[in-house]
């Protein structure tokens, strides 16, 4: 069974592969909890647009003083579990 | 999945660590409209951005503007001019809160009792001979008389066609006084007879400062792509210009599609309300443009282009070592 927090990650990866234009990787393939800067080399502009997608997706804002602990997928997938349940 | 560990032996994913969280957010601010030169090539004066406000003149608005600045991300101050040493009090409002770096003709020595560690980058325009033509002095004299063995300046020699083969004259004088070197090239905004670049031209200054750099490492603060990126106008296979700049201001950029680009920069004018449009110039050519910085936050901005291979990311690591030491985020 797959667990909300799985299909967040999954979704995530989607946008990451999707917004970055990543071509070696899929959403099956792509390790949750691989650092998104130290190895795939996404940078503080590309949390940025990331960032702004998952707004509009869920509904949500990342502050961006909290850009630098969003470092893996699994991480985003539970940023956005906690804001959501804090009711933002 | 091409990571960046798969393309890095440990040496370089070391340095890449050293710089990858840094998140450099710089804006650039005009301290004053006024020099004590009138450099033939200078844009600040050549596309008449010395009038396009009134300076704020009352210092505790300008610390009330660093302190809205920082709100809005910024952790690094590039102050130019105008000359910036003409308005000490405008400095401090930057230096006391932000790592902040001043462009200076070096004319005006900073107060180190004042300002101890600000970093300060003199800009050298040649020899003597070139010097007293574009700028109507040689400059040299004074400015390595003020800074000599001062370990928060270096020189920002910004080379002219008319310095081929002459480079090392001036590098080596930079280094018998004790200082560091950047070079950068000439955008001949007021087209001074012979002082624009040709293709041929461009190849051999390449050939020379790449040589500089094998010759000075201890002194010349540069990688060989830089030379490449600077002298080509070309990256990844693309052609520098308009819409690839990084450097333009972020609320007057109106580009579609937006390249990527350095996150909230702003290039403020003097009165702190007016905008320029980039880094440089509003009247240059954005496809002859030669800015040193903006071609290398060209690079910096562009890293997974640069994950191709591992000699390309290893090239994007050296630009933004380049980078970080000239701004000292990271030590020389």
């Known amino acids: 069974m797959t667990s909300d927090l799985e299909r967040t990650t999954r979704r995530i990866a989607e946008i990451i592969i999707d917004e970055l234009k990543l071509e070696d990787v899929t959403p099956d393939t792509f390790d949750a909890d691989l650092d998104l800067v130290d190895e795939v080399g996404i940078d503080s502009m590309d949390l940025a647009t990331i960032a702004l997608v998952i707004r509009d997706e869920f509904g949500i804002r990342i502050d961006e003083d909290d850009y630098p602990k969003l470092t893996t997928l699994r991480i985003i997938g539970e940023y956005i ?8 | 999945m091409k990571t960046v560990s798969s393309l890095l032996d440990s040496h370089w994913h070391d340095r890449y660590r050293r710089i990858s969280r840094l998140n450099i957010r710089s804006s650039i601010y005009d301290v004053t409209d006024r020099c004590n030169l009138r450099c033939k090539g200078c844009f600040f004066f050549s596309s008449n951005e010395h009038q396009a406000a009134s300076e704020e003149k009352d210092v505790p608005r300008w610390h009330a503007f660093v302190e809205s ?41 900073v107060d180190r009792s004042r300002f101890p560690d600000l970093m300060v980058g003199i800009s050298l325009w040649g020899d003597a001979a070139d010097e007293i033509v574009l700028r109507g002095k040689d400059t040299f004299a004074i400015s390595s008389a003020n800074y000599a063995g001062d370990p928060n300046a270096y020189y920002l020699y910004t080379i002219t066609p008319k310095q081929l083969g002459k480079i090392e004259n001036n590098i080596r004088r930079i280094k018998d006084v004790g200082l560091k070197v950047h070079m950068q090239l000439l955008s001949n905004d007021e087209g001074v007879d012979g002082f624009s670049w040709r293709p041929d031209e461009l190849a051999a200054v390449r050939a020379e400062m790449d040589q500089m750099l094998d010759s000075y490492p201890e ?48 290039r403020w004018a003097s009165d702190l309300k007016t905008m320029h449009r980039c880094c440089t110039s509003e009247t240059r050519d954005c496809s002859t443009c030669k800015d040193g910085a903006a071609h290398m936050s060209w690079v910096m901005v562009n890293k997974r282009a640069h994950m191709a291979s591992s000699e390309s990311l290893q090239n994007w690591i050296e630009v933004y070592e380049m980078f970080a030491k000239l701004y000292r985020f990271i030590p020389w």
């Open chain 2, 69 to 109: 600045e920082m709100a809005r991300g910024v952790n690094l101050a590039i102050l130019i001019g105008g000359e910036p040493t003409l308005c000490p009090d405008r400095i401090e409002a930057f230096y006391r809160r932000l790592p902040t770096f001043c462009a200076t003709n070096g004319i005006v020595k």
């Open chain 1, 81 to 88: 579990a906690d804001k959501r349940s804090d009711g933002e």
């Open chain 2, 219 to 266: 002194t010349v603060v540069s990688s060989k792509y830089y030379h490449r990126i600077i002298t080509t106008g070309t990256m990844c296979g693309r052609a520098f210009g308009w819409m690839e700049c990084p450097s333009v201001t972020d609320p007057l950029d109106k580009r579609d599609p937006r390249p990527k680009r350095l996150a909230n920069f702003i």
